[in-house]
């Protein structure tokens, strides 16, 4: 009886060591790593990037890489696809959801936020990018309608002071006020110029001839860089075929349109200084020549002489003057 005893005992303390043993194994398996982020880190593109819901093409120039620290963190950098911005970096959180991983993150600079939502799985980033202009310039803004010639801006000086406009030669206070009057009544027929939260401008303006309205829209694209603005054209809306002069603005046309802006209470001054207008010349007096509208005509002279003012003036910045709708 005794030896039985001893033996149920012993019998009893191995049964409940072999339970301890087998509670620290099952412990051990489920506490181990799951290193499988490691597996994601990659430069993602052309086939391997799904962008705002289209694959990319094999000339695409964007690319997303993938930097993973852990189950939970990545690094994402958007290389050529935010607007005005080379390469942005976030932060992401990530998520593992069975052999997907989520992505989320954001940031953001003065003028711009950036937030991207996505997931990787069997090799392929598909991510979402929204871009959105927080900028003071979001809005929408009009030139005065009751003072037409306030709408322009025009800073000009030269040397001599006066300038040979027409047969005749004026100061320069002359030929601004000239000019103001000239350009102004024109712009009764700009409605409005609308900057949007998502890079785009929107322009609304009256045909001279019938005074019918119409709206601009998706030709214009616009950032803020080192305090300047840069509008981008749609080259496909805005050019023909045919365009082959324009080629020297490829650079321009690509990258933005620098211009410089000024903003105070409510006013928004957007004007191009020479050193713009003067690089753009040597290819737009051979467009010049080829049109043939009869009121263009007409003024083509006057163009021609204010050329050649802008070509040897000191300061010329033109532009808008603008007020907050």
Known sequence: MFKKRIMKKRLFSLFTMLCVLSFFTACSDDDKEDDSWKTISNTYKTESLILNGTAEDASSSKSVKVDASSLE?????????????????????????????????????????????????????????????????????????????????????????KVLFGTTEVTNDVFVNFMKNIVGGYTTNLTSVEFKEDATIEIKYVDLNNKEPHTLTGLLTYFIKDSKLYVIPNLAGLLSSKADSTSGLESLL???????????????????????????????????ETITDPTFVAFKPMILQAITIIEESTTFDFGLNMLKQ
Do not use: H
Not at 259 to 276: I, Q, R
């Open 73 to 161: 963190a990545a690094t994402v950098v958007l290389n050529n696809i935010v607007i005005g911005q080379p390469e942005v970096s976030i932060n992401a959180q990530m998520v593992k959801e069975g052999e997907k991983f989520l992505l989320t993150g954001s940031t953001k600079d003065d003028n711009s936020e950036t937030s991207i939502e996505g997931s990787i799985s069997t090799g392929v980033l598909t991510l979402k990018v929204s871009y959105k202009n927080t900028s003071a310039l979001v809005g929408t803004w009009a030139c005065d309608a009751t003072d037409a010639t306030s709408s322009i801006y025009l800073n000009f000086s030269n040397e001599s002071g």
């Open 254 to 288: 690509t990258n933005g349109i620098p211009m410089s802006y000024k903003l105070e209470n409510g006013k928004l001054t957007v004007y191009t200084e020479k050193a713009l207008l003067t690089s753009v010349l040597p290819i737009v007096k051979p467009l010049l």
